[in-house]
């Protein structure tokens, strides 16, 4: 069994360092300030002048600046003004370093240069290592809030987009369930059989479909919340799509599937996953192909790689390219055949394997391709 949450993402190692600039224009004091401070976690960036902490701050976004009052062409307290008059560098903390004698007017007017606070050289280690400690700590806290910001608004989107769907897209079948049964009832009170059969039948296509967007919505709750897991074991791929081609061009009265097979297609993976994502992609394709031959191309030469392929008729826009995999996609164009949801499942199925899917248009033709490790998604 396969346990890591699909909502899970590691973080990167830009997103969990913190720098902090030092500015000083004696070369000394900055390799002074870099062995002291920098540590697993925190960078410390150099500037010799105010213009090149100017060109760093544009770059990088730092969690507290280290700044020498006393520098040529343009000292701390102008550089200071011209970081509170830009929105990007407004809140950034600053602390002025100054090897002047205490001088009250002078701190009073670092201070109101935006200063959190104003330092005397020489500095005692175990201070400058304790304020920087906090101002690090406070800056890894607020961007902590603001992810956990975003990842709310997200959720509240999708939250809505979710609500919208049950109360809109489900009521559509449940509405042609009802009104089929009624027609059902009446035929049958009349002995007219053609009538109670064609009835019967829409009402049961209405069920599939709403079982089907029920499934859809199950698969991405337990998504979206971490809690899927893979049962993986050995399978032949090559089988696994000959069966399911065979279920569809059965439901799909005049449905034409070409299926080409190339090398040793046995590998490990989930099977039921697999199927679920195979028909997804199969369905879009026998909907959107307009009605012409789908073919299906499965390569197993790789030793490595499993590979499948499903192309049909037709040509996607650039912008429906750019939201393939995005949850929801297509709900502009009031669609009432799903929710949106069947590639981004796909896209999530195979990343819980190791693998990608990709999709291209191009000459009238759509492709979806998956590629799958062979041995199978990494414990």
Same mark, same amino acid.
């Given at each position: 069994?396969?346990?890591?949450?699909?909502?899970?993402?590691?973080?990167?190692?830009?997103?969990?360092?913190?720098?902090?600039?030092?500015?000083?224009?004696?070369?000394?004091? *900055?390799?002074?300030? #870099?062995?002291? =401070?920098? &540590? /697993?976690?925190?960078?410390?960036?150099? $500037?010799?002048?105010? %213009?090149?902490?100017?060109?760093?701050?544009?770059?990088?976004?730092?969690?507290?600046?280290?700044?020498?009052?006393?520098?040529?062409?343009?000292?701390?307290?102008?550089?200071?003004?011209?970081?509170?008059?830009?929105?990007?560098?407004?809140?950034?903390?600053?602390?002025?370093?100054?090897?002047?004698?205490?001088?009250?007017?002078?701190?009073?007017?670092?201070?109101?240069?935006?200063?959190?606070?104003?330092?005397?050289?020489?500095?005692?280690?175990?201070?400058?290592?304790?304020?920087?400690?906090?101002?690090?700590? *406070?800056?890894?806290? #607020?961007?902590? =809030?603001? &992810? /956990?910001?975003?990842?709310?608004?997200? $959720?509240?989107?999708? %939250?809505?987009?979710?609500?919208?769907?049950?109360?809109?897209?489900?009521?559509?079948?449940?509405?042609?369930?009802?009104?089929?049964?009624?027609?059902?009832?009446?035929?049958?009170?009349?002995?007219?059989?053609?009538?109670?059969?064609?009835?019967?039948?829409?009402?049961?296509?209405?069920?599939?479909?709403?079982?089907?967007?029920?499934?859809?919505?199950?698969?991405?709750?337990?998504?979206?919340?971490?809690?899927?897991?893979?049962?993986?074991?050995?399978?032949?791929?090559?089988?696994?799509?000959?069966?399911?081609?065979?279920?569809?061009?059965?439901?799909?009265?005049?449905?034409?599937?070409?299926?080409?097979?190339?090398?040793?297609?046995?590998?490990?993976?989930?099977?039921?996953?697999?199927?679920?994502?195979?028909?997804?992609?199969?369905?879009?394709?026998?909907?959107?192909?307009?009605?012409?031959?789908?073919?299906?191309?499965?390569?197993?030469?790789?030793?490595?790689?499993?590979?499948?392929?499903?192309?049909?008729?037709?040509?996607?826009?650039?912008?429906?390219?750019?939201?393939?995999?995005?949850?929801?996609?297509?709900?502009?164009?009031?669609?009432?055949?799903?929710?949106?949801?069947?590639?981004?499942?796909?896209?999530?199925?195979?990343?819980?394997?190791?693998?990608?899917?990709?999709?291209?248009?191009?000459?009238?033709?759509?492709?979806?391709?998956?590629?799958?490790?062979?041995?199978?998604?990494?414990?």
């Amino acid at each position: 069994m396969i346990g890591t949450p699909l909502a899970a993402r590691a973080p990167t190692e830009a997103a969990t360092t913190v720098d902090i600039l030092v500015v000083d224009d004696f070369e000394e004091n *900055l390799v002074a300030m #870099r062995a002291l =401070l920098e &540590r /697993s976690g925190v960078r410390v960036l150099t $500037a010799h002048s105010g %213009n090149e902490a100017l060109e760093l701050l544009l770059v990088h976004e730092v969690a507290l600046a280290l700044v020498d009052v006393q520098m040529p062409e343009m000292d701390g307290f102008a550089l200071a003004e011209l970081m509170r008059g830009a929105e990007r560098t407004r809140d950034v903390p600053i602390i002025f370093v100054s090897a002047a004698p205490s001088d009250t007017a002078r701190s009073f007017r670092g201070y109101e240069a935006g200063a959190v606070d104003f330092l005397n050289k020489p500095i005692d280690p175990r201070v400058i290592e304790s304020k920087v400690g906090v101002f690090v700590e *406070l800056f890894r806290q #607020r961007r902590e =809030l603001s &992810r /956990s910001n975003t990842e709310l608004r997200q $959720a509240i989107d999708l %939250n809505a987009t979710m609500t919208a769907v049950l109360t809109h897209d489900l009521r559509s079948p449940l509405s042609a369930i009802t009104t089929g049964a009624e027609v059902a009832l009446l035929a049958a009170d009349r002995g007219q059989h053609d009538t109670l059969r064609n009835a019967v039948l829409r009402i049961r296509n209405s069920g599939q479909r709403m079982g089907r967007m029920i499934a859809q919505l199950l698969d991405f709750s337990q998504i979206r919340s971490g809690t899927m897991r893979l049962a993986v074991h050995s399978a032949d791929l090559g089988e696994l799509c000959a069966g399911l081609v065979e279920e569809l061009a059965l439901a799909r009265s005049g449905a034409r599937i070409e299926v080409s097979t190339q090398g040793d297609l046995r590998g490990r993976f989930d099977a039921d996953r697999l199927a679920q994502a195979f028909t997804n992609l199969l369905g879009n394709a026998l909907e959107h192909g307009a009605d012409k031959v789908v073919h299906v191309r499965l390569d197993g030469r790789d030793p490595d790689w499993l590979l499948l392929e499903v192309e049909n008729r037709g040509e996607l826009s650039a912008e429906a390219r750019q939201r393939l995999f995005v949850p929801f996609r297509g709900r502009e164009d009031n669609s009432r055949q799903g929710l949106g949801l069947g590639l981004y499942i796909v896209d999530q199925f195979v990343r819980a394997h190791g693998g990608e899917v990709s999709g291209r248009s191009s000459e009238g033709r759509t492709t979806f391709a998956l590629r799958l490790p062979r041995a199978g998604p990494a414990s």
